[in-house]
């Protein structure tokens, strides 16, 4: 049975609306939850879990990172939040998963920090499924993890995607797109443009530029963006 850590303090909703989440996702897919909170919030989930015939599993986190803080002074001075936590069990191979609504800079400082990146890769993207108009997906990478790219960080999240869609869809060869103002080679940011080249030089599918209402067209299965494009 696949574990899937979760953080209970992350969101803007009560931990009790999170955990309704959990029970349910552990009933219909037959995982088991790691509840990660402070002692006293996991009392009560894991009573009413039992009551829900969910499987989790208390782990105990202190400390809570709030929205407003600091990613770095998150992960310096908040070893036992429920974002370290629920990370270091990714970590440790005690989960399968990672799950938080929390603050997206500490998720982020706390994965790179713990778990380290790819060979080869030296950010990591956030990365959204999309249903496309024929019912297919398309997955649009980064969309929020950083707020300014050099464009060999937009040709790696080009090969993070396509491994993703390789790895959990099955696809072959992944058609690879990057969103710019044009689907001529020559338009774009020169950001963009230099992305685009190493792109196209790559061993990856690259099927060149699309703009943004070609991403609900399914003309690509990865599509790589520079939020200041977007």
């Known amino acids: 049975m696949e574990t899937i850590a979760l953080d209970l303090?992350?969101?803007?909703?009560?931990?009790?609306?999170?955990?309704?989440?959990?029970?349910?996702?552990?009933r219909q897919?037959?995982?088991?939850?790691?509840?990660?909170?402070?002692?006293?919030?996991?009392?009560?989930?894991?009573?009413?879990?039992?009551?829900?015939?969910?499987?989790?599993?208390?782990?105990?986190a202190s400390q809570v990172v709030a929205m407003n803080e600091s990613p770095a002074d998150a992960w310096r001075g908040k070893k036992d939040s429920s974002i370290a936590v629920g990370i270091g069990l990714l970590r440790d191979g005690k989960a399968d998963a990672f799950v938080s609504a929390g603050n997206t800079g500490a998720i982020v400082a706390a994965a790179m920090f713990s778990l380290k990146a790819m060979e080869n890769i030296d950010r990591p993207?956030?990365?959204?499924?999309?249903?496309?108009a024929s019912g297919d997906i398309a997955l649009v990478l980064d969309i929020g993890a950083n707020l300014e790219c050099r464009p060999?960080?937009?040709?790696?999240?080009?090969?993070?995607?396509s491994d993703f869609m390789s790895t959990v869809f099955k696809m072959e060869r992944p058609r690879v797109a990057i969103v710019s103002v044009g689907e001529e080679e020559n338009k774009g940011t020169r950001r963009?443009?230099?992305?685009?080249q190493l792109l196209k030089s790559s061993d990856l599918n690259?099927?060149?530029?699309?703009?943004?209402?070609?991403?609900?067209?399914?003309?690509?299965?990865?599509i790589v963006t520079d939020l200041l494009v977007t």
């Open 9 to 26: 303090m992350g969101g803007d909703q009560p931990a009790e609306v999170i955990a309704d989440g959990a029970f349910e996702a552990s």
């Open 29 to 60: 897919y037959g995982v088991r939850v790691a509840l990660v909170g402070p002692r006293g919030i996991l009392d009560r989930q894991v009573l009413r879990a039992s009551r829900n015939g969910a499987t989790v599993i208390p782990v105990d």
């Open 125 to 132: 993207a956030i990365a959204t499924l999309f249903t496309t």
């Open 152 to 161: 060999v960080h937009l040709a790696q999240f080009g090969q993070l995607g």
């Open 192 to 196: 963009v443009k230099e992305a685009h």
């Open 206 to 222: 690259f099927v060149g530029n699309v703009e943004g209402f070609d991403v609900p067209r399914g003309v690509a299965d990865v």
